[in-house]
């Protein structure tokens, strides 16, 4: 069995979302670790009533409405470039980490778009196409997206 094109660069894709991913909850953890009191963070945010009402939107309706129509994954790809863009602006070394995993979380959702456009081009060519990848990519994006929505660009008060 030969494997095309498309699914390399499906696979390829994954894996740096995933690597991504990964160094997304590194440079979070060391975040916190070096500023616990970084500017306008809510550390708290995987808790309380938003996490499980996140997780039923993220995994029922965002998400599978990004798979229908791929290119919606670019407005939370520009979103937080544009967040990322406005803590590289400010000063200070909380900000200018804050900007690199804006970055990151970018980073993630281009390539779940790559991800997507080249599973699209499979589908086509297969019949019936059995989609287990939600399992790993779903739980990959709402992280990313706690994690960018969690460090908010609004400057604190007095700066």
């Known amino acids: 069995m030969q494997v095309s094109t498309e699914e390399q660069l ?3 894709l994954l894996g740096t979302m995933t690597v991504l991913t990964l160094l997304i909850a590194w440079r979070s953890r060391a975040l916190r670790t070096a500023f616990p009191e970084a500017p306008k963070v809510d ?11 996140g997780c039923v939107v993220s995994w029922v309706i965002a998400i599978p409405l ?26 200070g070394a909380p900000d ?11 980073g993630v959702w281009l390539a779940y778009w790559g991800y997507e456009t080249q599973l699209r081009q499979w589908m086509e060519t297969v019949k019936g196409p059995i989609r287990a990848d939600f399992m790993i990519t779903a739980p990959l994006l709402y992280y ?6 969690a ?9």
Do not use: E, M, N, Y
């Open 96 to 106: 200018r980490r804050i900007a690199g995993i804006l970055l990151l979380c970018s």
């Open 10 to 12: 499906a696979a390829l």
């Open 66 to 91: 990004v798979a229908l129509v791929p290119f919606l994954a670019l407005v939370p790809c520009a979103t937080f470039f544009i967040l990322a863009t406005q803590k590289f602006g400010r000063s």
């Open 151 to 159: 460090l908010d660009p609004r400057p604190r008060a007095g700066r």
């Open 43 to 53: 550390w708290r945010a995987g808790r309380g009533w938003r996490h499980p009402l």
């Open 144 to 149: 990313v997206s706690a994690v960018g929505l």
